[in-house]
């Protein structure tokens, strides 16, 4: 695997924990940021989607050539900080929120390095 590659594939276990979980513990997941609801069914799905997208993560990892969706991710990931940001400051989301896409950052600033890195020793094709 590349740098890159690596990055995303164990990124991907972040999502997939995040996937498991929302699956199978929203209650508690929701009460750590302060949310409530009368019914967990759309959190549980969220979660689902973030298990599968996690097996996207697994395997992309994997493959130089996936380099176009690793650097994807650096502008989606790193657009997380901003959204959540806002709306953490617009008192829509609890401040504890934004604590979880820190880590998508981080994800996002090491994949950036990594490719960076990976082309300047042709390592992707």
């Known amino acids: 695997m590349t740098r890159a590659g690596k990055s995303i594939f164990y990124f991907g276990f972040w999502v997939l924990a995040c996937g ?17 609801l009368p ?3 759309t959190v549980r799905l969220f979660g ?3 298990v599968y997208l996690s097996i996207y993560y697994f395997v992309a990892g994997r493959y ?3 380099w176009p969706f690793f650097r994807m991710t650096v502008y989606t990931r790193s657009s997380a900080l901003l ?7 617009l008192g829509l989301a609890k ?7 820190v880590v998508d950052g981080l994800g996002a600033l090491w994949t950036g390095l990594a490719l960076r890195r990976d082309r300047q020793e042709g390592a992707l094709t």
Do not use: N, Q, S, T
Not at 83 to 89: D, E, K, N, S
């Open 20 to 36: 498991l979980g929302l699956f199978f513990f929203p209650e508690l997941c929701l009460k750590l940021m302060g949310l409530e």
């Open 39 to 41: 019914d967990y069914i």
């Open 48 to 50: 689902m989607v973030l």
């Open 64 to 66: 130089p050539a996936f």
């Open 83 to 89: 959204v959540v940001g806002v709306l953490v400051l």
């Open 95 to 101: 401040p504890l929120v934004f604590g979880f896409v």
